[in-house]
Structure formats: C-alpha cells, structure tokens
C-alpha cells in the first residue's frame, strides 16, 4: 500500500466513513505487521525510533472530545495503526543503511569483474576471493584479497583504498596494479600511479613498472624495475577489458567497450555519429572521466542515471 493510499483510508477510518472492503484491508495491513521487527533493531536505533514515532503520531492524531465510543475506539485503532507504520519505517531504513560484508568470488581458470561502490572496478582471477563492505564509511577505504586480481581504483585522496592481501597491505588514493598473494607470497605490480606496500616491519614505494615481492622465507619485501614493461602489462591485463586504447576506431565500438567495461547502457543518435572515428587513451580512467573526453571531442552533454548513460548533442562534422 502506498503511501498516499494510506493516509486516505487512515483519515475515512477516522470519519467512520470506510466500507467493508476499505475496512477489511486496513485490518488486513494490520495484521501483518510482524510482531518481532521492533526487536530486530539494536537498543540505540529503538530509541530513536521510538522518538520519530512519537513525532509522527502527535502530527497526526489531534487530541479531540469523544463523540462517541466507536468512533474513539477507531482513532485508537487508527493511532497504532501509525505507530506500527513508522516502526516499519524505521526499521527499513535502519536496515538500508546497514554496512553489510560482501564477497565475491572468480571460478577456476575465469575472470570476474566487480564494481565496488566508490565505483573501483577489480577483475578476480582463476579462484580468488574479495571481500569488500556495501559501502564504504569512515576515512578509508577497505577490502581484502585472496589470490590475483587486477585493481582501477576510483580516484578519491581524501579517502585511501587500502588492500589487504597475505602478508601485505596496499595503499593508494587512486590507480591501476595487479596484486597476486598465493602460498604465503605476495606481489604488487603497478600500472599507473604510485602506491605504498608494507608489511609490520616495512614500508616501500612503487611506481608504474615497478614490481614488488614478498618472500615469506625473509619476511621482506623485494622491489624491482620491470625493462620491458608493455608485454608484462599485457599479460596482467589479458582477460579483462582494463585497455581501452583507440586509434581510428569508430565511435559505435567505442561505446560498445565502454558499456562493458562499466556494465552501462549508452543512448545516442546512431545515425549522426554512424561515420565518427576516435583516437584516445582511455585506459585507467572512470566513467565520468571517459565521458568527460568524449564530450570534449565531439561537443554535446553527457547524464547518468544509475545503469543508463545518456549522450546529447554530439557530432563528429
């Protein structure tokens, strides 16, 4: 029952004015309320609910002189019926704002892509694990590896990405590394940006094409200069859609990895940009940041609504 639906039967069961039907739901409605979500609520939350309820019944239900004992028997029915309503309020934002723990896994030999919700994506490889909160609160942002997986990490400095994996613990405020942690080793091989890796009794730095390792027979962490770093970055990144380089290529594919890649769906006016070819580098960029280059280039606006990506006004003439 929606909302405005109920405030019209609330306020005619008042007046005594429902018919059978109107009356039979409204008991109905009441009935199923569950006696136990109330208990379901920690302590702290039942108080302030229990305030808001408070709030809600004196907005509502005026003090008024009996006219009679039906119908002063119905506003009592009527004020529990609110009572119970904003229990239910509540409790469901009570639990909408809940930080639930997630998990997620990628099968033997298979690449699985997720996207966390500061909008970070990570590609888990061949039976890895991550686990990562439904959102993230307080001043970082946490989650934590078992086995491979390569990270874009959203760009945000006032909140570091902070990823726990065996032995070592990864920092950044906003880049792309691969980091494996298998049999008690670990390693971080970063892509782009800078990030700090350590240990309880280390801390080093690394940047892009480099590579560090922990070994567990030394309890230290080893870095390393990778000389032929494209071929090694390519190998990390098979399987996943993390290159997005375009060299002539026509808008329409464009838009095909870019809905992909950020598991969108992109509106635009096909005949217009049909024949419109794209040179960039997209690569380690969000979705915001991508769309940002394409408006450049082609003029026009960009709106994102959830899932859907809306282009307006682009022309390649």
């Not at 380690?284 to 082609?298: C, I, M, R």
Request: glycine share 4%; net charge positive.
């Amino acid at each position: 029952m929606n909302e405005s639906r109920f405030d019209e039967l609330l306020t005619k069961y008042q007046l005594g004015q429902c018919n059978p039907e109107e009356y039979a739901l409204v008991e109905r409605w009441l009935e199923s309320l569950s006696d136990h979500s109330f208990d379901q609520i920690p302590p702290a939350q039942q108080e302030a609910i229990k305030t808001r309820m408070q709030r809600s019944l004196n907005n509502r239900i005026q003090p008024q002189k009996p006219v009679r004992r039906l119908l002063r028997s119905r506003f009592q029915i009527a004020a529990s019926i609110v009572l119970l309503l904003a229990v239910g309020l509540g409790f469901w934002q009570w639990n909408r704002s809940r930080v639930v723990p997630q998990i997620a896994y990628a099968d033997l030999h298979q690449i699985k892509k997720v996207i966390l919700p500061d909008g970070s994506l990570v590609w888990l490889k061949d039976s890895s694990r991550l686990e990562y909160p439904s959102r993230f609160t307080g001043a970082v942002r946490e989650v934590r590896l078992h086995g491979e997986a390569l990270f874009e990490v959203a760009k945000n400095p006032e909140f570091p990405f902070i990823i726990h994996a065996g032995q070592m613990t990864t920092k950044v405020l906003g880049t792309s590394f691969n980091i494996k942690s298998r049999n008690k080793q670990a390693e971080v091989v970063v892509f782009t940006g800078k990030v700090t890796v350590s240990t309880a009794a280390q801390t080093i730095t690394l940047a892009p094409s480099q590579k560090a390792v922990y070994a567990p027979q030394t309890q230290k962490i080893e870095s390393t200069h990778i000389a032929a770093f494209a071929p090694v970055k390519q190998e990390y990144s098979q399987g996943t859609e993390y290159n997005m380089d375009f060299n002539d290529s026509s808008l329409a594919e464009v838009l095909a990895r870019i809905e992909k890649k950020f598991d969108v769906q992109i509106s635009y006016d096909v005949a217009r940009l049909k024949n419109c070819l794209f040179t960039a580098e997209l690569t380690d960029q969000s979705l915001e940041n991508t769309l940002g280059v394409l408006t450049q280039t082609f003029g026009g606006t960009y709106a994102i609504t959830d899932s859907k990506v809306e282009l307006k006004g682009l022309s390649c003439n």
